[in-house]
């Protein structure tokens, strides 16, 4: 079988050809209308504890500290060099992400033109992944999961042109950002060369930057407790794995996720590409996808998505022995398409919204005279201390208020809860079921209502 990017002695729609203005004028809509909705889901707020901590580790390294976190250098270091200091570290920290995002979605382009789909097809992998909304929640909020997936993606495009060079650089520094890349090193050495000797010097040099950052740092990367070893503790087998697997691609395309099927199955070049696929997404059930709060498949949906426009090519041709039955098989794709991109922009807009409800809350907390602690999980906790320096324990030098805060992971207050507290965006604080606590500006004061005000529909959901 001829590797992905072998000539199959077919020409691809459209190739030498000069596209007509009407095929021009889709790929520049296309390309405005992805950078407009990159910009508006784009928040300068951060979601999560640990890229607040990302974000503090590459503020500390510009100034000359230690890297705490080698497990991630690679992303660490390339948020410490675009990164200001400042506030406006956490808006740079997203950018960078979204920056990524961006070249993911030229690469699966890029990579579903050199598979042989057409250029008006090649435009669907952009969409499809524009409609996924786990690629938008890892891609536009600071994390080391979409940057890794991004560069993987864009190192399948470079080496199914001939790029070879480029393979070990991006999927090197990929390894960096996330160990769990490692395991789609043998799907990126089939698709960059051919030949035994060639894959085996492309996939060793992905291996030596990553080798490079375990040998300066081997408590932190191979040992530790989240260190690239310690994966093996996780309580995810293979079978929860798949299982996982399933679910997130129901998540990311309810409507257009059988074009990913359709397209491994059309033709030799897309045969030849799902094939080289499998060895990664194995590895990353086997051996990757062990802890439970780890997007480990997001890179194995990302490396599908230029399948996506084999697949819509695939159904177009279906249709095309019959009197103008292509146009509506075309009309057909496009309204799937626009439904998930609908949907998943949504879903990513309502955890947007509230990451920057969530984020005014604590802010809110940390301008009291007397702020509260802050407990809970780990990740809340630091979220809240690092929106909020001037809380105890984040850096501020003000006396805590007796009285403890609760900070619940990933809750924003509904309605009711807004109303009930002043100002509208303080969080409410719940010690017990039968105990809540509201945060005013006098300080911490019981709510009138033990029981908490009665439940509302929430304006996010």
């Not at 520094?173 to 890349?181: I, L, M």
């Not at 095309?320 to 807009?349: C, I, K, N, W, Y």
Request: glycine fraction near 12%; hydrophobic fraction near 50%; charged fraction near 15%.
């Amino acid at each position: 079988m001829p590797g992905p990017g072998a000539s199959t002695g077919r020409t691809p729609e459209g190739a030498g050809d000069t596209p007509s203005r009407g095929i021009r004028s889709l790929e520049a809509v296309t390309a405005a209308l992805a950078v407009v909705l990159l910009g508006w889901l784009f928040t300068p707020c951060l979601r999560s504890g640990d890229a607040a901590a990302y974000v503090e580790e590459a503020m500390a390294l510009r100034g000359g500290g230690p890297l705490l976190r080698p497990l991630h250098a690679g992303y660490v270091a390339a948020l410490a060099a675009v990164s200001p200091a400042g506030p406006g570290a956490d808006a740079a920290a997203n950018a960078l992400s979204a920056g990524l995002a961006a070249i993911a979605l030229a690469s699966a382009r890029f990579t579903a033109l050199s598979l042989g789909a057409g250029r008006v097809a090649a435009l669907v992998p952009v969409w499809f992944l524009l409609g996924a909304s786990p690629f938008l929640d890892s891609a536009l909020f600071a994390e080391v999961y979409g940057p890794a997936s991004s560069a993987l993606l864009a190192s399948a495009a470079l080496g199914l042109s001939g790029r070879t060079w480029a393979v070990p650089v991006l999927a090197g520094w990929a390894v960096t950002v996330n160990p769990g890349a490692a395991a789609w090193i043998p799907t990126l050495s089939l698709l960059a060369a051919r030949g035994g000797i060639r894959r085996s010097v492309t996939g060793a040099l992905c291996v030596l930057p990553a080798a490079a950052v375990g040998a300066l740092w081997v408590d932190g990367w191979l040992a530790g407790p989240r260190g690239a070893l310690a994966a093996w503790d996780g309580d995810v087998g293979p079978v929860l794995s798949l299982q996982r697997a399933w679910r997130l691609g129901i998540e990311a395309a309810p409507a257009t996720l059988p074009l990913l099927a359709m397209g491994g199955l059309a033709g030799p070049r897309g045969r030849a590409y799902a094939l080289a696929w499998l060895p990664g997404f194995a590895l990353t059930c086997s051996l990757v996808d062990r802890r439970g709060d780890v997007p480990a498949h997001l890179a194995s949906l990302v490396l599908l998505a230029p399948l996506a426009g084999l697949g819509a090519e695939a159904v177009a041709r279906a249709f095309a022995h019959r009197q103008r039955g292509t146009f509506p098989a075309a009309v057909g794709v496009a309204m799937l398409l626009a439904f998930q991109v609908g949907e998943g922009t949504s879903r990513h807009d309502r955890l947007r919204r509230r990451a920057a409800r969530a984020a005014g809350a604590c802010a809110a907390l940390g301008e009291l005279d007397q702020p509260p602690l802050p407990v809970g999980p780990w990740g809340a906790v630091r979220l809240c201390r690092h929106q909020a320096p001037g809380l105890p324990g984040g850096g501020g030098d003000r006396v805590a208020n007796p009285h403890r805060v609760i900070v619940p992971p990933g809750r924003a207050p509904t309605a009711a809860e807004a109303r009930e507290a002043a100002p509208r965006m303080y969080r409410p604080i719940r010690l017990s079921r039968d105990d809540v606590w509201m945060t005013t500006p006098g300080g911490v004061e019981p709510n009138k209502k033990p029981t908490g005000p009665a439940p509302e529909e929430d304006p996010d959901r």
